[in-house]
């Protein structure tokens, strides 16, 4: 665990020298994880979500999320560490959120609003069981007797 805790605060001291604001504990006063989100003092003409999939083009799974009710304007970005993500995987990682903002920071606003425009029309997100016609017909059984799905 000690190890995990390493890396994590490795990655927050790399992401902070970025200018992201780091919003989880370090040190072990936490999970192994790091919250961060764009630093909001500064201007930028993206947000998280776009440096989101900048990264997940670079095979990069870290997600962005906007916050609960009443504060759903404060969005965010998660990477967690595991025992898997070594020093080496983070140094990576840094150098390719270094590209994503490089990226964004070449495209002039209205680039990365047709951009996102393009990515919202293009990926499918949804709750929905049967947004895919060819599943819309079917029907799952309950896990338990007596409980729904």
Known sequence: MMNL???ADYLAAN??????????KGGGQ????????????????????AIAH???EREWVVPAYTMAP??????????VVREDFSRARCDTLVQHIKLALQTLNE???KTVE?????VKKNTTVTKNKNSHPHYSKERYRPLMPGKEE
């Open 5 to 7: 805790t390493r890396t």
């Open 15 to 24: 992401l902070k020298q970025l200018g992201f604001l780091i919003m989880s």
């Open 30 to 49: 936490g999970l192994p994880l790091v919250a961060f989100r764009l630093d909001r003092e500064k201007v930028h003409h993206y947000d998280e979500f």
């Open 54 to 56: 900048q990264l997940r």
């Open 70 to 79: 009443h504060s759903e304007s404060l969005k965010m970005m998660r990477v």
């Open 107 to 109: 495209m002039d606003h």
């Open 114 to 118: 047709v951009h996102q425009e393009h």
